[in-house]
Structure formats: C-alpha cells, structure tokens
C-alpha cells in the first residue's frame, strides 16, 4: 500500500508526533517532513506563526523524553529553512519565535554564549516587526532579566535596527543587523563561558560572499562587503568580540578580536586571546608588499597570529612546484618570527557552504597546513 499524502495540518502534527515517537525522537523523518511540507504555497507557510505552531508540537515530543540537544538541532535547522525560504518568497520573513525558542533551548542546555547571541536574534526580529512593542516582547524580557542587558542599550539596539536601508536582503537577516550593531559596539558583551561555536546560517554566508563579486561599486563599499563578512564569520567563534576601524597614529587596522573565553582550547592556543584581521576585497591576489605591511600591524601589537581575508587569496598560493611570492613569505614569517597569518579567500568560503564546514574547523586546518604541510614544498 502506498503512504496517503498529508493535506491538512492536523495530518502532519499527527504524523511528525508519531515519527518522533516510533524513531525514539530521531529527527531526520521530521525534518524530512518540514522541509516537504513548509515553503510558500506548501502546506505550512513559511511565516512565524504557522512554523511556530508546527515546532512546538515536534518540541513537546522531544522535550517530553529529555531531547534537548536534538530539539536545538531541529529549532536551529528549521531557522535556516525560513532563511532560505526568503529568496523563495522575494519577502522578508518574521523570524523571531524561531530564534527565541533557539535561544531558550539553549539556556536549558546551559550554552549561555549561543543563548545570548539567538535571543539577540529574536530581539532584531521583533524590532524589525513592530516599532512599538519590541521592548517590551519576550526576548527583551530575557535580555534584561536573564543577561542582564540594560533598557537603554536594548532601546539604542532598536532604533539602529529601525534605522536600517532596506534597499538590499541584508535586512532578511538579523545575523548581518548583529555585526552592525556589533561593529558601532551595541551589541551584549560575548558571555566568557562556552566553547561550543555558533552555527553558520549558510544562506546569509553566500548572499554575503555573492555581493562581494559584484562590479560597479566604490573601493571603500567592496572593503566595507568584505570585512561585514570576516566580522560575521569570527563572531560565531566562541566568545568573540569584535571591534571595527581601530586607528593608530600610524595605520588602520580593519577589525581587531577579543577571544573572551574562560575555557582553554586549541583554538585559542592557535589565534591568541587577541589578533587582528586585514580585510582585501581585490580582484588581484595580495602582494609580498601588503602581507609585510600587515606582519608589521601584527609585530606591533604583539599579535602572533592574524588573519588576512582576501578574495583573491596571496601571490603563489595554488602555484605547482615550488613555493615563491607572498605564500613563501607567510611561511618565512611563521618559521622564522613566529608570525602566523592565516588567509582566508573565496574558494575557502565556498568550502564552508559545501561541506558544512565550521569556520573554527577552517582556521585550524589552515594553522595546521602553515605549520606542517607546506613544508613539504619546500626543498
């Protein structure tokens, strides 16, 4: 006998109760079933309330035998499943009961960092929504008991994010509001506890690596696409802080990161408890020149690791045969001064959208290659 095909609501909260129930709350039958069934024009549109109404009936099933850490995974996929349903729809899609219910989730789990930076999420949502109620909604409730976030700084959070241009789908996504808000020092103060890192939302990462392709725009605006997208990568490390536009007397420096972490990890060990970060958005690979003036902002600062973000990656790097150019000039600086600069360029971010890859994952494979395998080129 074939399945009957579900056409009602009903019909599949009954289904994803029983599915949960027989699998002994396994959650590929149920995200099987939302990704069938929710979209524009599918049985569940993609809008807060009707996603909301289908969640909490595959939470109570979950929660009711203990399932925190697969309720997280199924709250944070069907997120990312309303993201990508935006380009679908051609509309921005009210996100926040979503996100808060990630953050919630996470609280119970005790991933305080992840449960701050989704309840700030839902804040951005409700701020997006409602101009007049969102300090007063849920999440703000939470960002002031629970994190103790102050009414000033959640009512200046809110009227940068009202203030936003709408004029492309950066606004589809609070992650890219939270960099904003991040970079002018808005945003809560990272929570020091926590290893765990943020998930990438993998329809945001390629909706900011396509704009930086884009032609016709003035050379300070391809900088600017290029370091939100660095900006937004880093902050999903764990308790990372970013701070944007630092002067000196003497140079710029594009972003500077804070590891604020209390936990010791490997990736702490690797990046420092603070480095920098230089941002080229250049249709050409980056010179020996450039990568020796960012060494010496690196020196300076006594930073023993930075990252170079460049599209187009370093002079030599993919070269057959030996090392030369810029890439053996990384290797002199590492094995000679102690001077890690891990870069960063386009086929990388694709990387991380077609294996689903960390961008912690990233970085280290990156130190690791620096330190051990491109050895192996030289004679």
């Given amino acids: 006998m074939g399945v009957c095909p579900i056409e009602s609501l009903e019909e599949l ?31 569940v549109l993609p809008s807060d309330t009707e996603t909301w109404r289908t969640l909490k009936v595959a939470l109570a099933g979950l929660f009711q035998h203990g399932l925190l850490q697969q309720a997280l995974t199924l709250t944070t996929w069907l997120y990312h499943h309303v993201c990508s349903q935006q380009e679908e729809s051609g509309e921005r899609l009210h996100k926040g009961s979503v996100t808060y219910q990630a953050g919630i989730v996470s609280l119970q789990l005790r991933q305080p960092h992840e449960a701050l ?15 007049d109620t969102a300090l ?30 709408r004029d492309d789908r950066l606004w589809y996504y609070p992650e890219a509001l939270a960099i904003q808000l991040e970079c002018k020092d808005l945003l809560p103060m990272p929570l020091a506890i926590g290893t765990s890192e943020i998930p990438l939302n993998p329809d945001l990462v390629a909706y900011l690596a396509e704009r930086l392709e884009e032609g016709g725009i003035a050379a300070r605006e391809k900088g600017d696409r290029l370091e939100r997208l660095a900006a937004y990568l880093l902050r999903t490390l764990p308790g990372t802080h970013v701070v944007s536009k630092s002067r000196t007397a003497d140079h710029e420096i594009d972003l500077i990161i804070t590891q604020r972490t209390s936990y010791s990890s ?13 941002c080229k958005n250049w249709d050409t690979p980056v010179g020996v020149e450039a990568l020796n003036h960012f060494v010496s902002k690196m020196r300076f600062h006594r930073c023993s690791c930075g990252i170079l973000f460049a599209r187009r990656g370093i002079s030599g790097e993919g070269a057959a045969g030996d090392l030369r150019f810029a890439q053996l000039t990384q290797l002199r600086w590492f094995h000679q001064d102690g001077c ?6 386009g086929d990388d971010i694709r990387t991380l959208l077609e294996h689903s890859t960390s961008f912690g994952e990233l970085l280290l494979d990156k130190y690791e290659t620096l330190r051990f395998r491109l050895m192996n080129a030289v004679d």
């Fill in 340 to 345: 890690a600069v891990l870069t960063v360029n």
């Fill in 117 to 131: 930076w989704y309840v700030v999420l839902a804040f951005i949502e409700d701020a997006l929504s409602d101009n």
């Fill in 266 to 278: 490997y990736l702490l060990d690797v990046l420092g408890r603070a480095f920098i970060v230089e």
């Fill in 136 to 165: 007063e909604m849920p999440a703000a409730r939470t960002l002031r008991t629970t994190f103790g976030v102050a009414s000033s700084r959640l009512a200046a959070m809110a009227a940068e994010v009202r203030a936003t241009p």
């Fill in 13 to 43: 909260h009954a289904e994803i109760t029983s599915r949960l129930e027989s699998g002994q709350g396994d959650i590929e039958g149920v995200i099987a079933l939302l990704e069938e069934h929710v979209g524009p024009g599918r049985l």
